[in-house]
């Protein structure tokens, strides 16, 4: 099995030159750009399978602060979403949020249990709730295999950092495709007033799911930008993860989710039959020290996550590259230089 680096030749959305709005995209944009937000991927290349798992790490999750406020939204439950139930009735993450294949997800969770049981923060622990979601990789990988376990769990968990997040065909993005071609890990961020105060919302997705990609408006067709290949795979699913560091509580946080799963319509989703369209939302912010944001303050949060998730939505087909899978089948890249040309004749660059 190969590993892929996280440097790529490859352009993000703002390499492309595409401004990013109304509010400024954090120093890394990327969820890292959140305070103590760390992302770590295993990625499986080779031997039929394209496949892995990514995972995002708060620490603010400690001995002491066992759970941290949050809520889920969900667009279309078609998925296996491991922890959904208690994290929102209770409004609480108590653990690192895992993304990987669909048969994994299970083997997954096993493993982020076992690993978090075994360390001295959780040597009492007799509950605990483990978030892992999935998108369907079988298009590129034999996901009857589940490969992802507690070998790649480990992996993920002990690489996670800080800082630039590889995106793309590695992780749990290694064997998704999305909007007609190769999908994967994409991430965003941007600075917003929240109360008073600059704050972050950072983004990290997994993307598999069908439409027409648009990028700032201008529709760029797969059946087009890729006429004379094979007819492209439809995706089927899409898992999104916001962090923000601004003084919000789990109820407020559905409602930042919930805008997280409109801005998939932004880059063309068509909202399938089939797809599982998840938003998990968090908050690192310690409120016990200052509070809670009123209601009354929180659209530009909302409106800063949905530009957020856009970017990392197209930043994640961007990265990507073509990926072939069992069989011959095919997931192609989107040709960067009709997606420069198409944006420059629209006048978006």
């Known amino acids: 099995m190969t590993r892929p680096s996280p440097s790529s030749s490859r352009p993000r959305l703002a390499d492309l030159g595409v401004a990013s709005g109304a509010f400024a995209r954090g120093p890394e944009n990327a969820i890292t750009d959140v305070p103590g937000v760390r992302v770590g991927h295993a990625t499986l290349h080779g031997d039929g399978l394209h496949t892995g798992v990514t995972a995002v790490v708060p620490d603010a999750l400690t001995g002491t602060r066992r759970s941290l406020p949050a809520n889920l939204a969900v667009g279309n439950g078609y998925g296996k979403l491991v922890g959904a139930t208690q994290l929102r009735e209770l409004g609480a993450l108590e653990t690192p949020i895992l993304l990987t294949s669909t048969l994994s997800v299970f083997r997954v969770a096993d493993a982020l249990l076992g690993h978090l049981l075994a360390t001295p923060a959780h040597a009492g622990t007799t509950t605990l709730n ?118 919000v509580d789990g109820r407020q946080l559905g409602r930042v989710a919930n805008r997280a799963v409109f801005a998939m319509r932004g880059v ?77 004749r629209a006048g978006v660059i």
Do not use: W
């Open 268 to 344: 063309g989703a068509d909202y399938a039959q089939g797809s599982g369209d998840y938003a998990i939302a968090f908050s690192v912010h310690d409120r016990a020290a200052a509070g809670t944001a009123a209601d009354e303050e929180l659209s530009p949060l909302f409106a800063a996550t949905m530009d957020a998730v856009e970017e990392a939505l197209v930043n994640s087909v961007l990265a990507a590259e073509t990926t072939v899978g069992p069989e011959g089948r095919t997931a192609h890249a989107v040709p960067i230089d009709q997606v420069r040309a198409r944006l420059a």
């Open 130 to 247: 483990p978030v892992v979601g999935e998108t369907n990789d079988g298009f590129l990988s034999d996901i009857r295999r589940r490969a992802v376990g507690e070998e790649q769990v480990k992996e993920a968990l002990e690489t996670a950092a800080p800082g630039r997040v590889a995106e793309g065909a590695v992780g749990a993005g290694a064997g998704t495709v999305a909007l007609g071609y190769k999908g994967g890990i994409g991430t965003a961020s941007r600075l917003v007033e929240v109360a008073g105060e600059t704050r972050i919302v950072g983004v990290l997705v997994q993307t598999n799911f069908s439409g027409t990609l648009r990028i700032a408006g201008v529709p760029l067709p797969a059946e087009e930008l890729l006429a004379g290949t094979a007819a492209q795979p439809v995706g089927n699913s899409c898992m999104i993860v916001v962090a923000t560091d601004a003084p």
